[in-house]
C-alpha cells in the first residue's frame, strides 16, 4: 500500500525523523492559510500524487509570496500531472503539500528495502541524491553504498556511522545523519514497511540533516497490525475496479485492453495475460478469483470486468486442483443468473476452458444450463484463440 | 528415489483442527502420505480423521517420530509456527500459509541460520513425490511416476505443468511449490541441488514468474553445476506492468528489475530453452529430452 508524502512525512515526524514543517492543503484557501500560518520567505507547493517524477512534471513549486502560493495553488489543483511513473494518463491532483523551504547545501539518496536474496533488510545510501536512483545504479553502481541488517540487533550504530562516512556527508553532519538512519530504520521495522526511500534527503547550510522528500510502502500483510496506516488510504489514488475486487477478496490488475480473463492461481491468472496477447489480443485485466469461489464471487467477478463496457470479451481459464470445475461451471451459470436479465445470457462471448477435476462434470453443467454467449474450448490455446479471435471481430 | 519426501517420511499437521487442513489431513492420508500427528495448543487428545493431536510440536515429535510437518495455520500465527517447527528438529517443514507479513519471515529465515530444518514456502502449494507421499494441497491426480523433477513458484502452474507433462506421457519424480513470497525458505537453486543429487530425476522443469532475481540466479547456477540434467522453463508475468503486485506478494517488477524479459534472456543465454506461452509447457519439455536424447527414459505414462 502507499500513502502521499505529507503522510510519510507524518509518521517520520512521529519517529522523530527530521522534516521540514508544513501541512497538507486541499483547496487554493487552504494553500494560502497554511502558507501564512508558516510565515517564511519561501515556501514550498508540491502536488501530492501516488507517483515519482513530480518535480521534473512541474509538480513542485516555489513561491515566494502568498501570491505566488495562490497562482500555484490555483494551477496545480485539479491539474493531470504526466511523470515518467504515471504513465501517459497522468494522475489528477486532488491535494497539496505546502512546506517551508529549505537551504540546501547538498542532496543524498537514503533508503531501506527487503533483499530477497539475503532475506534481510538492507539500507541503501548513495552521495548521488535527487536523481533517480535506477539510474545511479545502471550507470555508477559503485557511487551506492549498503548495510545489510542482522534482524536479531537491528540496525547498529557503528553500521550507519559507516554509511554516513561513505556517503561523505560534511563532519559536521555525520552524527546527526547516523542518527537519521537508526530512527529511519525504526520506522521500516515498526510500521512494517516495504520500503522507505528519502530522496533527497538533503543537508542545509545549517548542517542539518532533513527529509525532503519522503516514500513510504507498506507490505500488505502486516497491515492487520497497523490499522492506523490503512486510514491513511486514498482510495482515489487507486483504480475503481481494482478498489471494488480488492474489497470483494478478488486479486485483480487493470491492464486496460479489451480481452479479460477470469482464472484461478496468480502463476495461472499471469500466463494467461500473456497467451492473450502473444495470440494478438489486448488483455484488460489480471484476475486470480482464487481456489474458493463461490457463484457470488463468480458473479462480482464478472461484473467488474464488464463495468463501463471494458471487457469485450472474457476467457475463462479454470485448472481445477482442489477446488472442482464442476464448481466453477455451477459459479458461472449462477452468475449469469444474477448479472442477466433474462438469466442465461452473459453480455458479450465467453469462452470457457475447464481442466483438472471434475471436469467432465463441469462440462455437463455447461451444456445442461446454455448460456447465451457461452462457449466451451478444447484446450488452452484453443480457447485464448478464439476469445481474441471474437473481439477482434466484434471492434 | 526422490526429493525431500517419501512413502517413509513421518509428517504432522499444524493447526490440523482447523477447516483447510482436516480437509487436506483426509486427501494427504488418502494419498498415502505417513500422517503420524496433528498439532493445536489445547486440543491435545483428539483425534483427527484418526490422527492424535499434540499440544506442541515437540510433543508431537517425541510421541511420532515426525521427521517433516505441514502448516495450514493463520497468517498471524504462521511465522510462530515455523519456528516451532525449526525448533523441534524436523527435517522439513513446509508452510502452506498465505499473506505472512514480510518483516516476520526476515525473523524466521534469520531464526533458522545454523539449524538443519529445510523450510518450503510460505504461500506455497507444496510437495508431492508421486505416488509416495504428499505434503499441501496439490491435487493427487495431475502427476504420474516419471524421471522428471518440477519446481515453481506458483501452485496452479505446478497443476497445470504436471498435467500437460501426464498427457504427453512423461512422468514426474517429485513436484513441489516453493511459493509466492519474496521472503521463503528453499529456492530454485536448493531445489536443484536436490534433484541434481537425484539418481531417479534426469530432468527438471522449472518455472518462474516475475520479481526479483532467483530465476537468473538459477540460469547461472545451472550452467556451473548441472551439465548433465537438462532443464526447461516457463517464465510467467510477460506482459506485467511495473510496480505493480501480481497477485504473489513476490511477483513485482521494481526498480526495472525482476522483468520476465531479463529472466529469459538469462535462461536462454546458458542454452535453456523457455516455452513460449503456457499452454506449450508440455511440448517444450518433451523437445528438451528428446534433443538430450533422453525421451525414451522420460516417457514413462
Not at chain 1, 501570491?67 to 489543483?77: G, M, P, Q, R, S
Not at chain 2, 497445470?160 to 513441489?176: D, K, V
Not at chain 2, 513476490?250 to 506461452?277: F, Q, R
Amino acid at each position: 500500500m502507499n500513502i502521499h508524502e505529507y503522510q510519510s512525512k507524518g509518521i517520520l515526524k512521529r519517529y522523530g525523523v527530521p522534516v521540514p514543517n508544513g501541512k497538507p492543503a486541499f483547496s487554493v484557501e487552504e494553500a494560502v492559510s497554511v502558507a501564512q500560518e508558516l510565515n517564511r520567505p519561501v515556501v514550498v507547493v508540491k502536488a501530492q500524487i501516488h507517483a515519482g517524477g513530480r518535480g521534473k512534471a512541474g509538480g513542485v513549486k516555489l513561491a515566494k509570496s502568498l501570491d505566488e502560493v495562490k497562482t500555484y495553488a490555483t494551477e496545480l489543483l485539479g491539474k493531470i500531472l504526466v511523470t515518467h511513473q504515471t504513465g501517459p494518463e497522468g494522475k489528477k491532483v486532488g491535494r497539496l503539500l505546502i512546506e517551508e523551504g529549505s537551504n540546501i547545501k547538498k542532496e543524498y539518496y537514503l533508503s531501506f528495502v527487503i533483499d530477497r536474496t539475503t532475506a534481510r533488510v538492507v539500507m541503501m545510501g548513495s552521495e548521488e541524491g535527487g536523481v533517480e536512483i535506477e539510474k545511479v545504479a545502471a550507470e555508477t553502481p559503485e557511487k551506492i553504498f549498503r548495510e545489510y541488517v542482522d534482524p536479531a540487533v537491528g540496525l547498529m550504530p557503528f553500521q550507519a556511522t559507516r554509511m554516513a562516512y561513505r556517503m561523505n556527508f560534511p563532519a559536521a553532519a555525520v552524527r546527526k545523519a547516523s542518527a537519521f538512519m537508526l530512527k529511519l530504520y525504526s520506522v521500516f521495522i515498526g510500521e512494517d514497511c516495504s520500503q522507505v526511500e528519502i530522496n533527497p534527503l538533503a543537508v542545509t547550510a545549517e548542517d542539518d540533516v532533513i527529509a525532503l522528500d519522503a516514500k513510504l510502502n507498506f507490505d500488505d500483510s502486516g497491515l492487520f497490525r497497523h490499522p492506523e496506516i490503512e486510514a491513511l488510504r486514498d482510495e482515489t489514488e487507486e483504480d475503481a475496479k481494482e478498489r471494488a475486487a480488492a474489497k470483494e477478496g478478488l486479486s485483480y490488475v487493470n491492464l486496460g485492453g479489451n480481452v479479460a480473463c477470469m482464472v484461478n492461481g496468480a502463476g495461472l491468472a499471469m500466463a494467461t495475460v500473456d497467451i492473450l496477447k502473444h495470440y494478438g489480443g489486448e488483455p484488460a485485466n489480471f484476475l486470480d478469483v482464487g481456489g474458493d469461489s463461490t457463484p457470488e464471487k463468480i458473479a462480482t467477478a464478472f461484473k467488474i470486468m464488464l463495468d463501463g463496457g471494458q471487457a469485450k470479451g472474457i476467457f475463462v481459464n479454470i485448472f481445477g486442483g482442489i477446488n472442482r470445475c464442476d464448481a466453477v461451471a455451477g459459479g458461472i451459470v449462477e452468475a449469469a443468473k444474477i448479472i442477466s436479465a433474462d438469466g442465461k445470457s452473459l453480455p458479450v462471448p465467453v469462452v470457457v476452458r475447464l481442466e483438472g477435476t471434475n471436469v467432465e462434470q463441469g462440462r455437463q453443467i455447461l451444456k445442461d444450463s446454455p448460456i447465451k454467449n457461452v462457449i466451451m474450448a478444447p484446450t488452452m490455446e484453443d480457447g485464448a484463440k478464439e476469445i481474441v479471435r471474437l473481439v477482434n471481430e466484434s471492434a | 528415489m526422490s526429493i525431500l519426501v517419501n512413502r517413509d517420511t513421518k509428517v504432522i499437521v499444524q493447526g490440523i483442527t482447523g477447516k483447510q487442513a482436516t480437509f487436506h489431513t483426509k486427501q494427504m492420508l488418502a494419498y498415502g502420505t505417513k500422517i503420524v500427528g496433528g498439532v493445536t495448543p489445547g486440543k491435545a487428545g483428539q483425534l483427527v480423521e484418526g490422527v492424535p493431536v499434540f499440544n506442541t510440536v515437540s510433543d508431537a515429535v517425541k510421541e511420532t517420530g515426525a521427521t517433516a510437518s505441514v502448516i495450514y495455520v493463520p497468517a498471524r500465527f504462521a511465522a510462530d509456527s515455523i519456528m516451532e517447527g525449526v525448533d523441534a528438529g524436523l527435517d522439513l517443514v513446509v508452510c502452506i500459509t498465505e499473506h505472512i507479513p514480510v518483516l516476520d519471515m526476515v525473523k524466521v529465515r534469520r531464526y533458522m541460520e545454523g539449524k538443519k530444518t529445510r523450510l518450503i514456502g510460505p504461500n506455497c502449494p507444496g510437495i508431492m513425490t508421486t505416488g509416495e507421499c504428499k505434503l499441501g494441497i496439490i491435487p493427487g491426480n495431475v502427476q504420474k511416476r516419471g524421471r522428471v523433477g518440477l519446481v515453481s513458484r506458483s501452485g496452479t502452474l505446478t497443476y497445470e505443468a504436471a498435467f500437460q507433462l501426464m498427457n504427453a506421457g512423461i512422468g514426474i519424480t517429485t513436484s513441489l511449490g516453493i511459493g509466492g513470497d519474496p521472503v521463503k525458505g528453499i529456492d530454485f537453486i536448493d531445489a536443484l541441488e536436490l534433484f541434481r543429487a537425484d539418481d531417479e530425476t534426469l530432468a527438471v522443469l522449472m518455472i518462474g514468474e516475475i520479481g526479483g532475481t532467483a530465476e537468473e540466479d538459477a540460469a547461472k547456477w545451472i550452467a556451473e553445476n548441472m551439465p548433465n540434467k537438462p532443464v526447461t522453463a516457463f517464465i510467467a508475468g510477460r506482459q506485467a506492468p511495473p510496480g505493480k503486485r501480481m497477485g504473489h506478494a513476490g511477483a513485482i517488477i521494481s526498480g526495472g528489475k525482476g522483468t520476465a524479459a531479463d529472466k529469459i534472456k538469462a535462461l536462454n543465454a546458458v542454452g535453456i530453452e523457455v516455452a513460449d506461452t503456457v499452454a506449450h509447457i508440455g511440448e517444450t519439455v518433451v523437445a528438451t529430452l528428446r534433443r538430450a536424447g533422453i525421451y525414451d527414459a522420460c516417457h514413462t505414462c
